[in-house]
Each structure stands twice: as structure tokens, then as C-alpha cells.
């Protein structure tokens, strides 16, 4: 949940142009490093798809500021009505770890909850808190290694050095745009495709280009979640105060 | 019907509905229902059948917020309001004002810091501790820091505990069915009460220091005439020092409330007031990282200084057994199945002194994001013959089926 935004950033946002030859770390390097911005508000519509087609839709809108390296993100639940003003807060502290909480208005009370839990259906999605932070590695979290290679893609498989969620992906990168136009997560065995997530739409905001709509379909069940970015705004002047418990608990600045 | 007419007239009158919107930046309005039909077949075969049509109205400016919550019980044909507040917020402090409840303490199952509000136990024991608790005026205001906070607040008057007198749910002595019964002034500003709680953040702990002089909620009697019947309901002031605190230790979260409760009766001499008390709580709580299960185990307990034995007094009726001292268990279990379309609920409460125990089991099931039917099942009992809550609510066991809608 703490890196909610960075990825979520991350996943949109690209811009520069990759050289022909660079290396799959370099490449996984670049993807990371210029799909961040420095804080994004993220309107995202999220819409679980039962195998036999029937829809289910939640609306989220997520804050994400990084400030001296450290990124603070806030999500806010919009709909349905029955969890309409939940808030999670995330704020990533210098050890690398996050403190995260979760405020839950039927109980009317805030509540820490551990990391463990990024591993956990995000909003009953086929997204885990972990996807919706980062749909990658970068050269420090995983061995890269180039598969495939054509005029238009990338074809890189990533080992992650710490096995928490996944044990392999497979990303088909953009040459252009540095976009992931297709994920494959594998369990921790390296054999068992748990996962697929693919780019359906993308777009163009203040000139870089985003991925505007994603759908990731959990393969053993044939449940899908279409992910839907409805208004994104990055690099915009953010209100710190949104990163504190108090706006968790009173929804003000 | 007519008020809950009226009550809803009013609110659509008000303008356009409005949630939090970072992208929209506009003052909003929120207006929406929740309606809840549910048949229940009771132990003794009476079979139940309820409506609650629930109002929430709420609006929103950037320094201020005014909330309604509204409930029309079909059962007893009336209107309550769980909710009626305004809240002001400035710098890092908000000040909020009105009927409303507040919960103190750190556990998730069950709490014994939770002292701002009495209890409401006129459908017996359910799955929600919110819906247990009666709303009462108070003003509280709360001053942010970054890892800690300050709540300061003030209740003229309070709102005892909601103790049926009659029904299934009675927790009365038949004896003092037909007794004249002289309540004190709850709502006066002789009857005010005040507290604060200081919280913190360490690390992975969340730590809070309680203060509160009120009332306990529920009342003690003396019988000021026996023929005909006359009874003094009166209700004790005294105390809290409390703290609250949780530890994460990552997937268990340790959490524990403890607080002592110094009465007006500091001796113990009055048997119409309740005595100085010990009450604690240790909860250890798990959630599985990938399938969001959720399991808690809580201890319970209370000791009651200077413990008297005379059967009319208050401590003694309150207590479990007749011992100074009171020892309970809780378990509880949550699972959300099937992308959160299906909700496993349940609960088993064990008092060990009666032997008394309540078991609540209850499936939710998500038709659409707006619409869930439900199946819940409560069975009060005691493995013993010692008289208790639960033993005497051993006939209300109860099945019921019912369906939230929310527009």
C-alpha cells in the first residue's frame, strides 16, 4: 500500500527513449526511473469481472508526494457506499519499511496494519497491495534477463532477490514508451503463472505517455479487474497535511 | 413513519450529493439510505420480522462538516437518530459537537476503556460493537501533532444504558416489573462529565493515556418503599484511569486496555453504588497476509475492590457468580471468500465464572456492490446452572436472513 502511488506512477508514466542497446537491468532501471514523479493524484475506477461477466466497481482516489527520497501516499474509497470514506495511509520511513494505517468509518477508528498484508487482495481485486505499488523490479530488487528482442519490445524476465508475492515475472516492455504492455507473475515456485496483467488502453498526459486502462486476470480462476484511470494529475503542489493521521481520521486538512 | 418522512423530505431537499473529491474541490452533500428487512425465528419459535431504514446525510465544506444518521425501526415504530453532529476544523485541531458516539480503546473485538457511551442491548448481543452503544451530547475537541494527538472533551449530562425492561431482552428482576421506578437527572449539567485521552505513536506502537469522570452507564437501586414497590435508580460517578496500546508484531498485532475506576463509593459501603475496579483486556489478533482472514483471541477481566456479598448489592448483582472477580474469553473470525463477495463472521464469547457463553455466526454474501443478503445465528447458553446474561437469554437463539440494500 505504501508504494501505492510510486507505481502506480510508475506503471503510467514514461517518457524518454531507450537505446538499443541497453542491458534488461538498464532497461528495468529506466523504466523505474522515469515513470516517477515527485507526487500524483491518481482517479481510478476498479472494476472486478466474475468469470461468468458479472461487474463490480470501485472507485478510489490515491495522493502520493516523495520527499527526500521517502513517498508518503494516501487512498481515499469513494465507492460503494458501504465502504465510502475508508482511508489508507502510508508513509515510508528511512529503513526502507512503511508505516501503514487504515481508517475504517463503521468503526469510526484508525488501526495500524503490517506490510505482510501488501501480499492481500487490494479492495477484493485480482490486484494485491504489492501490484498496486509496482508491477515491476528495479535493478536492486531482482536478477533482469533479456528474452526476447524486436523492432517495437523488450521481452525481460526478473528474478526478485526477496520472494515475497512473486517468484518470477515476465514483462513485455515498450521500446518507446517504456510502458508494460504485459506482465506475467509466477509463483514463488518460478513455474506457475498465477497472473496476467495486460495494457488495454494508453494516452498521452503533459506529454508522457500513460497506461489508461490495465486489466489483470488472476489465471486460476478466470476472475479479471479492469483498472481504469479516469483524471491523473502529476507533479502537482500537494498539501502535506494529506499524509498525517489527522486527515486520516477527519478526512481535512 | 410521518417524522422518518419528514426527516427524509428535508435532506432531499438539500443540494447535490457529494463525497470527499480531491479532483472536484467543492463544497458537497451526501445523502444516501440503507435499508435492512430481516425475519428471524426465535428458540421458542416466535418468529421476528424488522425493517430498519437508515438515513445518512452529510455535509461537507472545507471547515466544517455536519453529519445526520437516522434510523427508522419498523419494529417499534420510531425514529433514532445514532447521530446528529457538526464539526469544526482549524490547524491541526477539530472540534466536534452533537449526539454522537466515540470509541476509546485498541483491541478489535471487545473493549473495557470504551466508557463515553452506555450500552444498548435491546436486540441482545450482535456482530457490531457500534451498534451496541447508545449515543450520547457531548463536544469533543482534538488537537493533531504528528505522531501523537490530544482529545479533550465535555458531556453535559449523559445517556444511561439502554436495559430493556420488558421483552425477551429484559435484564429487569420480574419482581421489578410493577415497581415505581425514580431515575435521577442523566441529563443535567450536575450530571456533566469530562475526559481526555493522550495518544502516541513509537514505532509499531500506538500507545494512549485515558482520563474520565462520569458515570457508569448502568445503574445501582435502593428500594426507598417495598409496599407498594418503590425504587431509586441511581447512577455512580466515579474515575477512569486507563491506558490503551497495541503492538505490531507483524502478521500478530498485541493489544491491551486496562484502567482502574475510582468510585464516589471509595469504601465500598454503599450497596446502591458500584465499588473501585480493576477492569483489563490482552487481545492477540492475526490477519493472513494474502487471504485478509482475520482471527483474535481476547482475554477479559474485572476485580472489584471490597466485594460484598449482600445480595442487594449492586456489585454483587452485577457480578458473575457472586465473585469479586470476572474472567472472559473472547474468539473471533472474519474471512471475506470469493473477491469479497462472500464474508465468513463469527464469534464465541465465554464467561468463566457462569460458564456462560454466546455464540454468534453470521454469512454475508454480496449480490451486487449495493446489495448483500445475510444468514446470522446467535445462541446464548451456559454449560452449567448458574445464572448469568447468557443463561437467561437462552431462549432468544435466533436464526435470521435478511438483505442490505444501500442507495
Not at chain 1, 475506477?45 to 527520497?69: A, C
Request: charged share 20%; hydrophobic share 40%.
Amino acid at each position: 500500500m505504501k508504494r501505492l502511488f510510486i507505481t502506480l506512477t510508475l506503471l503510467i508514466l514514461a517518457s524518454s527513449l531507450v537505446s538499443a542497446d541497453l542491458s534488461a537491468n538498464q532497461i528495468m532501471a529506466k523504466v523505474m526511473e522515469t515513470q516517477s514523479s515527485s507526487s500524483s493524484a491518481l482517479d481510478l475506477m476498479l472494476t472486478l469481472i466474475d468469470p461468468n461477466g458479472q461487474m463490480r466497481e470501485r472507485r478510489i482516489q490515491t495522493l502520493s508526494q516523495t520527499k527526500d527520497g521517502l513517498t508518503s501516499s494516501l487512498t481515499i474509497f469513494l465507492s460503494p457506499e458501504n465502504v465510502r470514506n475508508t482511508r489508507f495511509l502510508s508513509l515510508e520511513k528511512e529503513d526502507g519499511k512503511s508505516e501503514m494505517w487504515i481508517y475504517l468509518p463503521a468503526m469510526k477508528r484508525s488501526r495500524r496494519i503490517g506490510s505482510s498484508e501488501e501480499g492481500g487482495s487490494f479492495m477484493g481485486s485480482d490486484f494485491s497491495y504489492a501490484d498496486m505499488a509496482s508491477i515491476t523490479y528495479d535493478e536492486k530488487q531482482a536478477v533482469h534477463q533479456m528474452l526476447e528482442e524486436d523492432a517495437t519490445r523488450y521481452v525481460i524476465q526478473s528474478i526478485p532477490y526477496e520472494k515475497q508475492t512473486y517468484g518470477k515475472t515476465v514483462s513485455v516492455v515498450d521500446k518507446v514508451t517504456l510502458l508494460p504492455l504485459r506482465v506475467q507473475f509466477y509463483d514463488k515456485d518460478g513455474t506457475t503463472l498465477l497472473k496476467t496483467l495486460v495494457t488495454d488502453q494508453t494516452d498521452v498526459v503533459d506529454g508522457k505517455p500513460i497506461a489508461k486502462a490495465l486489466t489483470m486476470t488472476t489465471e486460476s480462476s478466470g476472475h479479471a479487474t479492469r483498472l481504469v484511470m479516469m483524471q491523473t494529475r502529476f507533479d502537482v503542489p500537494l498539501n502535506s497535511a494529506y499524509f498525517t493521521l489527522k486527515f486520516l481520521e477527519t478526512g481535512r486538512l | 413513519m410521518k417524522r422518518i418522512c419528514l426527516a427524509i423530505l428535508l435532506i432531499l431537499v438539500l443540494l447535490p450529493l457529494y463525497s470527499f473529491d480531491f479532483f472536484a474541490e467543492q463544497a458537497s452533500r451526501t445523502v444516501s439510505f440503507e435499508l435492512e428487512p430481516t425475519f428471524g425465528l426465535y428458540r421458542d419459535k416466535q418468529f421476528h420480522q424488522q425493517i430498519d431504514l437508515r438515513l445518512l446525510a452529510e455535509y461537507n465544506e472545507e471547515r466544517y462538516r455536519g453529519l445526520a444518521a437516522l434510523t427508522y425501526d419498523s419494529a417499534k415504530n420510531g425514529l433514532e437518530a445514532n447521530e446528529l453532529s457538526l464539526s469544526l476544523f482549524f490547524g491541526q485541531h477539530a472540534l466536534k459537537a452533537g449526539l454522537f458516539t466515540h470509541p476509546w480503546g485498541s483491541a478489535s473485538t471487545t473493549h473495557v476503556v470504551d466508557v463515553l457511551q452506555g450500552r444498548d442491548l435491546r436486540r441482545g448481543l450482535v456482530d457490531d460493537l457500534e451498534k451496541m452503544k447508545r449515543p450520547t451530547f457531548m463536544t469533543l475537541f482534538t488537537s493533531y501533532w504528528e505522531t501523537s494527538s490530544l482529545e479533550l472533551l465535555f458531556k453535559p449530562g449523559f445517556a444511561p444504558s439502554f436495559l430493556p425492561t420488558e421483552g425477551r431482552y429484559s435484564l429487569i428482576p420480574p419482581a421489578f416489573a410493577t415497581a415505581t421506578i425514580t431515575e435521577m437527572e442523566t441529563h443535567a449539567l450536575s450530571a456533566y462529565e469530562i475526559g481526555s485521552r493522550y495518544r502516541v505513536s513509537l514505532g509499531k506502537l500506538d500507545a494512549g493515556l485515558l482520563y474520565f469522570n462520569g458515570h457508569y452507564p448502568d445503574p445501582g437501586f435502593s428500594i426507598t418503599s417495598l409496599a407498594p414497590l418503590s425504587i431509586d435508580l441511581i447512577y455512580t460517578r466515579y474515575q477512569l484511569f486507563g491506558l490503551e496500546s497495541s503492538l505490531l508484531l507483524e502478521p500478530f498485532t498485541l493489544a491491551f486496555e486496562g484502567g482502574f475506576f475510582l468510585s464516589e463509593d471509595r469504601s465500598g459501603s454503599e450497596s446502591a453504588l458500584f465499588n473501585n475496579k480493576l477492569a483489563y483486556l490482552a487481545e492477540l489478533s492475526y490477519t493472513h497476509p494474502a487471504y485478509e482472514a482475520f482471527v483474535a483471541l481476547a482475554y477479559q477481566g474485572r476485580y472489584v475492590f471490597d466485594f460484598s456479598t449482600n445480595p442487594s448489592d449492586v456489585d454483587f448483582l452485577a457480578s458473575y457468580d457472586g465473585k469479586a472477580y470476572e474472567n472472559t474469553l473472547i474468539f473471533v473470525v472474519e474471512y471475506p471468500l470469493i473477491h469479497q463477495k462472500l464474508t465468513l463472521r463469527g464469534a464465541l464469547t465465554y464467561q468463566m465464572e457462569s460458564e456462560g457463553y454466546a455464540f454468534l455466526l453470521g454469512l454475508s454474501y454480496a449480490l451486487l456492490d449495493n446489495l448483500h443478503v445475510f444468514g446470522k445465528a446467535t445462541i446464548y447458553g451456559a454449560l452449567g446452572t448458574k445464572s448469568s446474561l447468557y443463561k437467561s437469554w437462552d431462549d432468544n437463539d435466533v436464526v435470521m436472513v435478511g438483505l442490505q440494500a444501500w442507495f
